[in-house]
Nanobody, 126 residues
């Protein structure tokens, strides 16, 4: 089994920055791609960015492209999400997820991921 733990969430003013971390433990050799999703109050969970195992492939949805950066440190079994120029509409619970497919393709659908973290709250005040 694999456990994912997110950290780094909090309250920040609009225009500020946060860096989220997703630390994996357990059978980490079985996981490859990692994605970040978020769920705002009253809305469905949405994919925002993902990275493949080697880090050579990333994908961002339009709403975060240019403001958020995903990266990974495989030696630490950790994936990061640097969030800059935060907006109130970025307020949500942020989840990381990992898949078990060694691929250059970044997966964007939630059912394509096998493991999930518990989420971390990000609140952006105006």
């Amino acid at each position: 089994q694999v456990q994912l733990v997110e950290s780094g969430g909090g309250l920040v003013q609009a225009g500020g920055s946060l860096r989220l971390s997703c630390a994996a433990s357990g059978r980490t050799s079985t996981i490859y791609g990692t994605g970040w999703f978020r769920q705002a109050p009253g809305k469905e969970r949405e994919f925002i960015t993902g990275i493949n195992w080697g880090g050579g492939s990333t994908y961002y949805v339009d709403s975060v492209r240019g403001r958020f950066t995903i990266s990974r440190d495989n030696a630490k079994n950790t994936v990061y999400l640097q969030m800059n120029s935060l907006k109130p509409e970025d307020t949500a619970v942020y989840y990381c997820a990992a898949d078990v497919f060694r691929s250059s393709v970044v997966r964007v659908l939630d059912y394509q991921y096998n493991y999930w973290g518990q989420g971390t709250q990000v609140t952006v005040s105006s």
